[in-house]
């Protein structure tokens, strides 16, 4: 399958994804949340182990579950479907944490296409923090980042990289970018 409305936004974690879907979603665009927190929330909550500190491999396959999920729910969309993260996002993960890759992420990753543009957010210290979700440190963002990188472009997409700046010239820089798609 080939959404060529489905954009993706990748990087490593503490970069400003999540802000500038929560404002494209205040635009009223269509926006598909970042799933590895979701899994992170709702394994705390049931105290399963499926977690980056604790199962990486069972939290990459649940990533992959939920990140199917959220691709074929959006495909009806029309317009635009901007994703905090994508499938291949699992991928860039499972080589981060020297996870072997399971048939099931490499079937997906031939299955599941998005847009060949893909915004990648760069390491950006001054608005990096840590939460209950986000335990890694400003290295592990820059290593993450870095294997992104690798993953989409092994994977045949184009990586533009967003600049710093406000969350509306982060928005006006990924649209103008998708209009000359």
């Not at 394994?43 to 499926?50: E, H, N, P």
């Not at 890759?101 to 296409?113: P, V």
């Not at 890694?136 to 472009?153: C, P, R």
Request: hydrophobic share 40%; proline share 3%.
């Amino acid at each position: 399958m080939y959404q060529d409305n489905f954009i993706v936004f990748t990087g490593g974690p503490g970069s400003g994804k999540t802000t500038v879907i929560n404002e494209l979603k205040a635009r009223n665009f269509f926006c598909s949340e970042e799933v590895g927190r979701k899994v992170i929330q709702t394994q705390v909550t049931q105290k399963s182990d499926a977690l980056p500190w604790a199962n990486k491999e069972a939290f990459r396959d649940l990533m992959l579950k939920f990140e199917i999920a959220s691709y074929q729910y959006h495909q009806s969309q029309n317009s635009l479907v901007f994703f905090d993260r994508g499938i291949i996002d699992i991928l860039g993960y499972s080589n981060l944490e020297k996870i072997k890759l399971s048939d099931e992420l490499t079937s997906a990753i031939s299955n599941f296409k998005y847009h060949s543009k893909v915004f990648i957010f760069p390491p950006w210290k001054e608005i990096f923090t840590n939460d209950s979700e986000r335990k890694q440190d400003f290295a592990v963002a820059v290593n993450t980042y870095n294997e992104m990188v690798l993953a989409y472009e092994k994977s045949g997409y184009e990586i533009i990289e967003v600049p710093f700046g406000t969350v509306n010239e982060r928005i006006d820089f990924i649209l103008v970018n998708l209009s000359h798609s």
